[in-house]
């Protein structure tokens, strides 16, 4: 397979394989795999079929969800895992799959010596965007609460913005004020690479599809958050997303403004993972998600014999 890097401009190649199932996990659309390149050394493969995502980390070559139809799912599989055993001489890995494909390869009989393991650190959280919007009903009446304080005590001196290039530089500020500010238990050695990939987005705004929204509090920036939206699925990606920590009511007021501006048409919200940290995890819950999107991963138990 001739292996691409994930560029800016590449993102027209991906939205046409995205198109082919419905897939609500963060990592089957582009955004997701640009912020994430340099964490993961991700490069991607095209075919009739599919698109191949391929990576590299600590000397270990692994695979994420090829994006394909899901008639096409088996065919994707055996193609793989010929560029594991015929290329790199290596057993094959593959992360972050749905539990579609995983289903779908059981069925067919291909994970026969392989182990399959669920990875809840990395379950998106999937919510109904209406909810999300309105904070109506009884489960997110203190989320409701928490904004409408917000919005009393901080009257007059707040609005919420559609942001664009024209603001990188601000929101680059911004955000580099928040790291200063800001202490996280980082489980997987991740959240550099991550800031790493939300400032190459920054730097690359108008040659990315995306939306960015933030909130002004005496003219100046105290929250901002970046997402993009999936047609097909009606489903909004929240990838981003800082506020000032010392601001009570700030997040929450963001995440419901954000939505109501930018993704008036989603049915769905999906706001990623918490990457094991458990405070990000009950913040996430508290939200009341329709579901989690579990992944999985698989790993081949043995490498098979050559013949002849």
Known sequence: MNLKPINPFVQVIFQKYESLRPCFMSEGHFLNQFLWENYYNTKFATDDIALYLFFERNGKKGAFCPLCSVDHLPIAFERMKQQFHDVWNTKMNVYLIDTLTKDIWQSAGLLSGFTVKDDRDSADYIYEAEKLKTLSGRALHKKK?????????????????????????????????????????????????EEEGVYRLLGNCKSVDCRMGGIRMNGELAAYTIGSFCESISCAFIHVEKAKSDVKGLYNYINQ???????????????????????????????????????????????PRRTG
């Open 145 to 193: 609460n928490l904004v409408n304080a917000f919005m009393r005590e901080y009257e007059g001196q707040y609005r919420y913005e559609t942001l664009s290039c024209r603001n990188i530089e601000e929101v680059k500020e911004f955000h580099e004020k928040w790291l200063d500010e800001r202490r996280i238990d980082d489980k997987y050695n991740c959240i550099d690479s």
């Open 257 to 303: 403004q954000f939505l109501i501006h930018e993704f008036p048409n989603a049915r769905y919200v999906n706001r990623e993972d918490d990457l094991g940290q458990e405070n990000l995890r009950q913040a996430k819950l508290s939200y009341k998600p329709i579901r989690l999107e579990e992944k999985f991963y698989i790993t081949e138990n043995r490498m």
